[in-house]
């Protein structure tokens, strides 16, 4: 019996441990799930690089973004990603955006705008040629210039705003209001108040900051530390036509009517050259009037040909006319006298009968 027990239950153990249920939730974020979504599109073109693709495709609101897929811009076009953690980012002209784990954004060269409360998940968390920027109360402005012996700026617009520079491993805080400049060797100045030439150039017609439909929280915040209002209209309804198609016609030709208005505008147009010679004819009575259209044409009959057309004038114009009214067949007049009736030949009268002779 003991023998029996022990063979049972090693049996039964290991079917126990393999047929364990899995967790049923986790906190990893999985490869192929979204972290991000743009929220809005100021102005195109925008393009999404997306995962196993070697092209990028235009973007449009709501797309879903994984980790590792990249969102561009160009010259004038700006674009505003949510992050499921719930910081936006927003990214100006010539921008390149790559989205990273853990709720990170990576950018080489642009203007970007990153703002995150202080009770979301995550801070805003910027990876950049330099170092890190990180920001959880606040609202921060990164400008990296395509050159690289040209200052990149970090300014914090709202909040606090800690810089990590990777040349020197040093942490550098930035308070409301001031910013730093990192150099091209990496070194950053010491934070210091960005001064009026800065605001007025930087923040005052910023389109990041007030170009979006959506306003960021600490808008108020920023307008009052910083003395600026918006100046920037706001983002309205983008017409955007495919270059692919035709261009549309000039409104600069003339249009012709067809309606029924006066006669002037109603006339045929295969009468004006009969017109232009008219008048041409009541200025210069001398000119023969050989070519004048006569007043009443007669009807053509079997032994009258009809006229042949002119070969000087132009060849009639077929587009939509309007149909030539028909002109009545004049009325013939009614004869004074009946036609005279004709001449029958005379008959001559019958011979009389011979008169019978008497008989004597």
Known sequence: MPLLVLFLTATTLPSCTINQPSKPFSSETLPTEAIAAISEIRSYPVRVKYINSTVSRPATVGIPLKV??????????????????????????????????????????????????KETKSPAQIQTPFGEISSNDGTLYLEIPSKAAEDRRVIALDGTVTVLLKSTSEIVTIGKGEEIRIKANGKATAP????????????????????????????????????????VKEASTIQFRRSDLPNKPSETKAKVNYTSGSADNNRDRREEPDRRREESTAANPAEPTTNAKPTAEPAPTATTAPASPDNTQPPPITTNPDPKPIEPIPQQPTPLEPPPQPVQPEIPAPEPAPIPKPNN
């Not at 004038?76 to 853990?102: D, E, F, V, W, Y």
Request: aromatic share 4%; no cysteine.
């Open 68 to 117: 590792n897929e990249i969102v561009s811009t160009e010259d004038s076009s700006t674009a505003q990603i949510t992050l499921r953690s719930g910081a936006i980012i927003r990214i100006g002209g010539s921008t390149s955006l790559t989205l990273k784990p853990q709720n990170q954004v990576e950018i080489n060269s642009g203007r970007l705008l990153a703002w995150a409360a």
């Open 192 to 231: 210091k108040r960005i001064d009026k030439e800065s605001i007025d150039k930087r923040i005052a017609n910023n389109a990041l900051i007030f170009g979006f439909s959506t306003q960021l929280a600490s808008l108020p915040q920023i307008t009052s530390e910083f003395g600026v209002t918006a100046s």
